[in-house]
């Protein structure tokens, strides 16, 4: 258990801990969330592919995993970073343990690090990549492994959609009568967005993100959903296509995350990298229309660069910024004034985090009752 | 919105005394109220009963009345104040009950002011046990199965249905007042009966029990725009049936997956919208079965609480301030978070280390008390630490408790424990309980069977089993490497626990651990786990690789606090430390506070410069000064401030070479030690009460024998009174060293001739070396005997003369110059035939500095840190600190006169004798302050329990016959005011022979007479007795004077158990039914003081 593994960051800075979950070597970018729960949802949530998370919470672990949880079929970080790393499992839902699944999936983790200082670090120096090497790969020297970090890929321009989205269409029937038929495309979705929506009477056909126009609005009946994901926004062109084919057919547009970028770019706006990102789930975002603040999940290391008041003339007409994360002032949701399509970057389905902005779900449902 | 521009004063209700269920949390909410107001520009009225608390300093409000807190006393308040708005959600139940008794008699509408913070219907919907459940079923979420009752028939019909056990709780009450597990019909009877009593509204819950179901606390903030936050979550180790208060509690919550926690988060807030409350916090508790995960709401309080104080010290997140913030129109987002001061406080907290809380008991001094821990909270005090893991955070708080039995310990073989006795005992929860379980888990007790007999969940039994495998490896190990030394210390062990498992001393485990560079780092408490940069320095300890321990540029000065609160050493002491911090600050030190109460005022992040949350033993504060001393310069430590925990380390802190601010550990051990401060005794030829140590019976018998009976005995090795008795004959010597304590060479007892009839004086001090400042004398009520906080006491002395004020004054100075103080000094004096005997000194504030403080309007601990970094009392003087000329013992005319009168928790201890002894058994106090003593002792009785001055009604009187001469007058005024006196036969024909009729009524011991006469037990569990007298009579009887005084316990009937104590209180009744108690605020006092003082000059 205790056998060495060593991280190192792309700036040279060099963390000692213990094996952890898989053995051998990874690399990604270093991402910090600051969640005291939700480790399960947090794995196996595609937007965090290609990244390695370290977890602020010092125990991780300790409900174990189970079926029901997962926002998708697999875990997709690239590297996993804890302090303590749970004895036992302790929850009358838990089916394996974390450290099994994490073998299983072959995900390299680190444990017993100082994981206070790797956020610091990570706060002053912005995000970076990082490689995390365990078993024989540890034995190298550090300016060795620095090589081997350097050499890796980096997040910026980085185009991740192909790997994440879903091969083939399919169906999430609507739960009691089906009252709305809409298309999401996938760039990245958790399970729990189209059961949020599916609660709500929608039957929720999830498309490939490659899909043609033409067919995303034949399946979109009622409306289009762009998801959360992986990646660069400012690389995600055919995306941003699609999603002014949905605008220009005044097809009801609901985006979350990833997809509240795309939407800011159909709209002309462009998308910048945020230091180090917004990743928890206690993120206070106000509500632009109500003034009220909602305690929000957030996973975003990419922005909309957009005028925080007033309006702004797009192609698409009007276009306000309808929710702000108060820590920052950074743009956490989109509104059009002309065409049925609104949009927010943080998680309304939450998964893990509070349900305050489920009630966006129902935005959506009314968007597209007016839009017959 | 920004605040209400419409408020321009507001009136805060403090707790009152320091009661089991109601410590000085509620002090550091209040105080954090009233600077928020004040800041915010409002005129505040503050009214607390309690002297010792900070939020009572005059600078804390505008008008600061140190009153009873009672409808009728606030509402004269009101009526001469005139506030526009009351908030009463930061004095615990206290404030919230009294304000919806003013509510309802229609003063808050006479004067028409407005309820902020809560209005009475969400009070209502929170507190009314009923209406709360109707509340939980709407919002879809469960209760336990219950059934409202107000009368034992009532109950009766309803246990039927829910089956034993049952859990009674009394609506209205808390702390779990009057509540308790029935395991059949006649315990149903007794709890049930003691919860309508104890419930303002005689009604009590019966509920369906759910024993060892996991135990959680969220703390919520609502603001009126209907933003809600969950500050914090809490859970319980300790399983339902431990009252939370009793519980050993982590923060985060650690076994729960986010469905979970977000289910209850939903809840949670869908409560606190429906109960109301609309600007402020509130505390939610949840049930969740292990099984299957069923959740169930327990209660809720609609007001700040102990809980929300834990919360608030342990993420950082000041919920009494923003509450405060929130009742004048602020919002959420409106208010900075002031950890980051970027971010708004419109968020949730997320931590990054792990929370603790140890809770301390005191069943030691209650030997007849039951010490099963069950929903009827009986703890005294807590302590709290962080960890950057549960293992660490955990030891830390057990070492920071204070009691060598709570630190884990390993015997020295696994075949010495007998598992399967402790796997029954740990069945039934008591304190020290998590320490059967290690034990048990290290000799090989299986988690399971564990977690059988006590249902703490296996996530934390895990963690118990790492820390006892890691101590066998500590034991194991032939050499003590650096990753083995590290692994140890990063689970918490600290240098005492592993040197006992290598049987070397401690000082070689520091001393080892140095040489190999290892050393903690020190981390911050920031809200947000270091999302954001933090910019208060509330830091805590961890064995990690990163410090964030800035450098200083000012020197600092270290003080030392006082650990969790327990009897003996409360509030008091805080009160001290924090003023010391404030005058350091203004004269230009930083002031780095150690402690690790989180009730405290002083563990308030933004009291000191830098606050480090550790726990005062001598590893962890060394460790602390060390991190210091690498950031700038440290002037020394102050030890004198908070009582004996860092009195006790300064010896220690000098050998390790850290300098000690004020009175040296020379100084300290001369007045500590008894032979070193019998020679400075006889140096200045002060007599004391001739005294011996007997390591055998032999010698004790012969001792006593030599200085005569009464003596008075106790081990030599404890403080606080603790095990002290007075013996009046050999029998009764032999009987105390059999039961009471071991004698041997080893542990030799005290002999002490008891004085009797001693008039007991307390006194407060300064010195500096060549000038002493008498801070005040104060003359107790009861006479020697009774332990100095115990007794009721006045200021300016009720009785004593010029003469003899003079010869206190220079004895004290004597003492002072004689044992070398530099700052406060306490002497306990008791006045013998003329002969004013020395009991003891205590080299540092004493209990009584912020009453004498308060009494007299001068700041002595302040005065005290000044001297102690070597001002003297010349300067302090020119400088205002101290009045220009006069001191508190020569007050001049017109001063004010204060009585302290002691709280004492026996109501929790039911059948516990309330007989009052050497020995300190009061939990907290109150202060009264008039113009003549006996408004200002009615006002203390007043303040000490509402019902303690019937104005007629009966009075039993059952008096001791060395008592009988001083009851005649006392006893024949309370006829003449119109009381019907019922007395014991003796007692009765005494009083005949002066005129005064009394009832004879039957003692227990006799029964129930011929023709059904009751005995006095029966008439007082009737209630047909409004006031009793009963001081303790020889052995033979003092089996009826225990029913009686327990009985009176049970009903809430006053009871006065000495003479002395008779006179006063008779007094104090005639003051209340004259009514002439004046409300006057410690500003028009102090102003008056100050008058008088100048126009004396
Ligand atoms: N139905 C129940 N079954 C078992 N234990 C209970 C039940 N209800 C409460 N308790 C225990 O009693 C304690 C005190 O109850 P609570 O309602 O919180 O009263 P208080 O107002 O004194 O806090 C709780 O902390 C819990 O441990
Ligand atoms: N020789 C004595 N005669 C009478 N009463 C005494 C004597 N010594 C102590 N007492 C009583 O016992 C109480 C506690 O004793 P003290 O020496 O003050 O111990 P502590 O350290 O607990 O304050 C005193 O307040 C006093 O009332
Ligand atoms: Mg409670
Ligand atoms: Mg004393």
Redo the contacts with the bound molecule.
């Keep these: 258990m205790h056998k060495p593994a060593v991280m190192v960051f792309e700036d040279g800075r060099v963390f000692h801990g213990v094996e952890f979950g898989a053995v051998g070597t990874t690399f990604g970018e270093a991402v910090f969330s600051t969640g005291m729960s939700g480790y399960q949802e947090t794995l196996t949530d595609p937007s965090y592919h290609r990244q390695v998370v370290i977890m602020t919470a010092p125990h991780i672990g300790n409900t174990g995993m189970n079926s029901v949880d997962g926002e998708s079929e697999k875990i997709w970080v690239s590297g996993f970073v804890v302090r303590e790393p749970s004895l036992v499992v302790s929850n009358w839902r838990a089916e394996t343990s974390l450290d099994e699944e994490l073998k299983a999936a072959g995900v390299v983790g680190i444990a017993e690090v100082d994981t206070r200082a790797i956020t610091r670090h990570l706060r002053e120096t912005g995000a970076m990549r990082v490689g995390i090497f365990s078993g024989e790969a540890a034995t190298a020297s550090e300016s060795e492994l620095l090589q081997q970090v350097l050499a890796s890929p980096k997040m910026q321009g980085a185009d991740l959609t192909a790997d994440v989205t879903t091969p083939v269409s399919y169906v999430v029937p609507a739960v009691g009568e089906k009252r709305y038929q809409i298309a999401a495309v996938d760039l990245g979705i958790k399970d729990m967005t189209p059961e949020m929506m599916a609660q709500r009477g929608i039957e929720v056909h999830v498309v490939p993100a490659n899909i043609s126009a033409e067919e995303l609005l034949e399946i979109g009946v009622d409306g289009v959903f762009f998801s959360n994901g992986p990646g660069d926004p400012g690389t995600a062109n055919h995306a941003r296509d699609l999603a002014q084919a949905v605008l220009t057919a005044k097809r009801p547009f609901f985006g979350i995350c990833f997809g509240n970028q795309i939407l800011g770019r159909a709209l002309g706006f462009g998308t910048y990298k945020l230091k180090y990102g917004h990743r928890g789930i206690n993120q206070p975002v106000q509500d632009r229309k109500t003034g009220k603040v909602e305690v929000t999940a957030h996973n975003h290391g990419f922005a909309v660069d957009a005028p925080l008041t007033g309006e702004s003339q797009t192609d698409f007409g009007r276009v306000v910024v309808s929710h702000v994360c108060l820590n920052d002032d950074v743009v956490e949701g989109l509104e059009c004034l002309d065409v049925p399509a609104f949009s927010v970057q943080y998680h309304p389905e939450a998964a893990a985090g509070p349900h305050d902005s489920a009630y966006l779900f129902d935005r959506f449902v009314e968007l597209m009752d007016g839009a017959r | 919105m920004p605040r209400r521009e419409d408020l321009k004063s507001v009136m805060v209700i403090g707790s009152g005394p320091i009661v089991i269920g109601q410590a000085c949390e509620f002090d550091y909410s209040g105080t954090q109220a009233c600077r928020v107001l004040k800041a915010e520009g409002l005129r505040v009225i503050l009214v607390n009963s309690n002297p010792a608390t900070i939020m009572t300093d005059p600078e804390f409000a505008d008008a600061t009345y140190v009153e009873p807190i009672t409808p009728e006393v606030v509402e004269r308040i009101i009526a001469k104040e005139r506030p526009d708005a009351l908030l009463p959600t930061l004095g615990g139940q206290t404030a919230l009950n009294t304000a919806m008794a003013l509510h309802y008699n229609g003063a808050l509408e006479r004067y028409n002011v407005e309820l902020i913070g809560a209005d009475v219907e969400a009070i209502e919907r929170g507190e009314n046990r009923e209406r709360f459940k109707e509340i939980v079923a709407k919002i879809g979420a469960e209760s336990a199965r219950s059934a409202i009752c107000h009368t034992l028939d009532e109950v009766f019909a309803a246990v039927d249905d829910l089956g034993y056990p049952v859990v009674v709780r009394p609506s209205f009450t808390m702390g779990g007042a009057g509540s308790g597990f029935a395991y059949n019909a006649e315990e149903l009877a007794t709890i049930a009966g003691a919860g309508l009593q104890a419930s303002p509204t005689t009604e009590v819950l019966l509920e369906e029990s759910i024993l060892g179901w996991k135990e959680y606390e969220l703390e919520l903030m609502r603001d009126r725009n209907d933003n809600v936050v969950v500050v914090c979550s809490i859970e319980n180790i300790d399983p339902m049936g431990v009252h939370t208060g009793d519980s050993i509690t982590v923060a985060p919550s650690l076994t729960l997956t986010d469905r979970e926690f977000q289910k209850m988060r939903d809840v949670g807030i869908e409560v606190i919208r429906e109960v109301g409350v609309d600007t402020g916090g509130c505390n939610i508790q949840f049930a969740i079965n292990p099984q299957d995960g069923r959740m169930i709401v327990i209660e809720m309080n609609p007001r700040v609480s102990r809980s929300s104080a834990l919360a608030s010290k342990a993420t950082g997140f000041p919920i009494a301030k923003i509450a405060a913030r929130l009742a004048i129109g602020y919002t959420l987002d409106e208010i900075p978070n002031d950890i980051t001061k970027e971010t708004p406080a419109s968020f949730e907290p997320t931590l990054d280390y792990i929370v603790v809380k140890v809770p301390r008991f005191a069943f030691e001094k209650f030997p007849q008390a039951d010490d099963r821990l069950t929903t009827h909270m009986k703890s005294v005090g807590e302590a709290m630490a962080m960890g950057r893991n549960f293992t660490e955070a955990l030891q830390k708080a057990l070492r920071s408790i204070e009691k060598k039995e709570a630190i884990f310990s390993w015997p020295a073989e696994k075949s010495d424990v007998n598992i399967s006795e402790l796997l029954t005992e740990m069945a039934i929860p008591r304190d020290g309980r998590l320490n059967q379980v290690q034990v048990a888990l290290w000799a090989g007790a299986s988690l399971e069977s564990v977690f059988e007999a006590t249902k703490i969940d296996p996530w934390f039994l895990a963690q118990i089993q790492l820390i006892n495998q890691i101590a066998d490896e500590v034991r194991a190990a032939n050499e003590l490497d650096l990753p083995l030394l590290r692994k140890a210390k990063r689970h918490g062990f600290a240098d005492t626990q592993i040197a006992q498992l290598r049987n070397v001393d401690a000082a070689a485990i520091r001393a080892l651990r140095h040489e190999l560079g290892l050393r903690p780092v020190y981390k911050t408490v920031d809200t947000c786990a270091a999302e954001f940069a933090a910019k208060t320095p509330y830091h805590y300890s961890a064995y990690d690789t990163e410090t964030e321990v800035v450098a200083r540029n000012k020197p600092a000065v270290v003080i030392l606090g006082s650990g969790p609160n327990r009897i003996?050493q409360g509030i008091e002491f805080d009160y001290s430390c924090v003023h010391a911090s404030m005058t350091l600050r203004q004269a230009g030190y930083e002031t780095i506070m150690i402690n690790c109460n989180p009730e405290t005022v002083s563990t308030d992040y933004d009291t000191s410069d830098r606050l480090y949350f550790e726990p005062l033993t001598l590893e962890d504060v060394l460790e602390v000064i060390h991190a210091e001393q690498a950031a700038g310069e440290v002037l020394g430590v102050i030890c004198q401030l908070g009582g004996q925990t860092p009195l006790g380390l300064a010896q220690d802190l000098k050998d390790a070479g850290i300098p000690i601010l004020g009175t040296t550990p020379e100084a300290i051990h001369a007045a500590e030690d008894r032979g070193a401060f019998g020679d400075v005794l006889e140096a200045a030829n002060l007599p004391a009460?001739k005294f011996g140590m007997a390591t055998s019976f032999d010698e004790a018998k012969a001792i006593a024998a030599e200085i005569g009976y009464p003596v008075?005995v106790r081990p030599s090795y404890v403080?606080?009174?603790r095990g002290?008795e007075i013996v009046y004959s050999e029998d009764a010597l032999a009987g105390y060293l059999e039961k009471a304590t071991e004698i041997n060479p080893g542990r030799p007892v005290l002999v002490?001739?008891?004085?009797d009839d001693?008039q007991?004086i307390d006194v407060d001090a300064l010195f500096d070396g060549t000038e002493m400042y008498l801070g005040g004398v104060m003359e107790h009520i009861e006479e020697?005997?009774?332990?100095?906080?115990d007794?009721a006491c006045s200021l300016p002395p009720a009785t004593l003369g010029r003469s003899e004020i003079e010869r206190i004054r220079q004895s004290t100075e004597a003492i002072a110059r004689g044992v070398g103080v530099r700052g406060l000094l306490n002497v306990?004096f008791?006045l013998s035939a003329d002969v004013l005997?020395v009991?003891?000194a205590n080299p540092r504030a004493s209990r009584t500095v912020p009453f004498v403080s308060k009494a007299t309007a001068v700041p002595l601990a302040k005065a005290a840190a000044r001297i102690a970094l070597g001002e003297s009392i010349a300067d302090l003087r020119a400088a205002g600190v101290l009045p220009k000329t006069g001191d508190g013992a020569n007050l001049p005319a017109g001063s004010p006169i204060a009585v302290k009168e002691a709280v004492l928790p026996f109501g929790r201890f039911q059948g516990v004798d309330t007989v009052l002894g050497?020995e300190?058994k009061s939990t907290g106090e109150v202060m009264g302050i008039d113009d003549n003593f006996a408004a200002a002792f009615a006002k203390a009785q007043l303040g000490a329990s509402s019902n303690a001055l019937p104005k007629s009604g009966v009075v039993f009187v059952s008096m001791a016959d060395r008592d009988k001469r001083s009851m005649i007058f006392p006893v024949k005024r309370l006829a003449d005011l119109g009381f019907e006196i019922h007395a014991t036969s003796g007692t009765a024909e005494v009083l005949l022979r002066h005129g005064v009729q009394a009832k004879v009524v039957r003692k227990a011991s006799e029964g129930v007479g011929p023709n059904g006469e009751p005995t006095i037990v029966d008439e007082i569990l009737d209630r047909k007795v409004d006031l009793i007298i009963n001081t303790p009579h020889g052995v033979d009887s003092r089996d009826d004077g225990y029913k009686i005084r327990t009985a009176a316990v049970l009903r809430g009937i006053p009871s006065i158990t000495t003479a002395p104590g008779l006179g006063a209180v008779v007094q104090g009744i005639e003051a209340a039914i004259a009514g002439n108690m004046s409300v006057h605020s410690l500003q028009e006092y102090a102003e008056r003081i100050n008058a008088a003082r100048a126009a004396g000059e």
Excluded: K, V
Excluded at chain 2, 752 to 755: E, K, M, S, W, Y
């Design positions: 003996g009460p008075l403080l606080g009174g002290m002490d001739r008891f004085l001693a007991e020697a005997g009774i332990h100095s906080g007794s306990q008791a005997y009991l003891e050497p300190m």
